[in-house]
């Protein structure tokens, strides 16, 4: 999978971009991943965000001596390659130690199945409301900007890629994008049977579940978390998974 390939040509294009300024799109490296698990229970997020104080234990694990902003600042600079490498050690770093995904192993393991965390999209901002800024064009219809679906576009060829056994979208803003993209072909004709929509992926129908955040302040409380699990228990009893 080229994941990482596709994002890097999207970040060359709107950084070189001769007509109009993207630069602020593009000032920051975007996410980029480690290998990534196939067949396994997929959390989709919405984006990565960009936490200071997280950012810089980070660099310190790849022994990133130079100013943070500088650290992760995407330029074409003669290095790039050891810098993607470092950017791709810190995201496998972060799987391993950051509480955010702390979460998503526990009900892997809750489940028994192996678990992959995957962001819908790609560049790295400090809060919601900048994301928004560079991301949607229309919140109400969840029309995108172009840079905005071109990430989608990439994210799509991931999930088909990873071919899921079952999804959790976590996080509120996400599962809107996703209902209204036409290439996520939702299908919710079985819901009031199962509870849970489907997700069409080449010839499967994969479970999909639409969730607000599982981690942080507006996380679900514990009764929500606990029906999230019972029910991907019973997708995988109604799937033979």
């Not at 995407?74 to 950051?98: M, P, T, V």
């Not at 678990?115 to 790295?124: A, M, P, Q, S, Y």
């Not at 999804?167 to 290439?183: E, G, H, R, Y």
Request: charge should be positive.
């Amino acid at each position: 999978m080229k994941i990482n390939e596709y994002v890097l040509k999207l970040w060359k294009c709107y950084h070189d971009h001769k007509k109009r300024n993207f630069k602020i799109y593009t000032k920051l490296m975007p996410l980029l991943y480690p290998p990534l698990s196939k067949g396994c229970l997929l959390f989709i997020g919405i984006n990565p965000s960009f936490k200071v104080s997280y950012m810089q234990k980070m660099a310190n694990h790849v022994n990133e001596t130079e100013d943070l902003f500088n650290f992760i600042r995407y330029n074409e600079c003669e290095n790039k390659d050891r810098l993607i490498e470092k950017i791709i050690d810190c995201e496998k770093y972060a799987r391993s130690d950051y509480i955010y995904f702390r979460k998503f192993k526990e009900i892997g393991e809750e489940v028994c199945l192996d678990w992959e965390h995957l962001d819908l999209f790609f560049v790295r901002t400090k809060n919601q409301k900048e994301f928004e800024n560079i991301c949607i064009e229309n919140r109400n219809q969840m029309e995108l900007s172009p840079f905005a679906q071109e990430q989608v576009d990439i994210s799509f060829k991931a999930i088909k890629a990873i071919k899921p056994k079952i999804i959790v979208v976590a996080n509120a803003l996400a599962s809107k994008i996703i209902i209204a993209q036409d290439k996520f072909e939702i299908c919710s004709q079985g819901f009031n049977d199962y509870g849970y929509d489907k997700i069409k992926i080449d010839r499967r129908k994969v479970p999909i579940f639409f969730s607000g955040m599982i981690n942080g302040q507006h996380a679900l409380d514990n009764g929500s978390r606990n029906r999230l699990v019972w029910h991907i228990k019973e997708a995988k009893r109604d799937n033979n998974l």
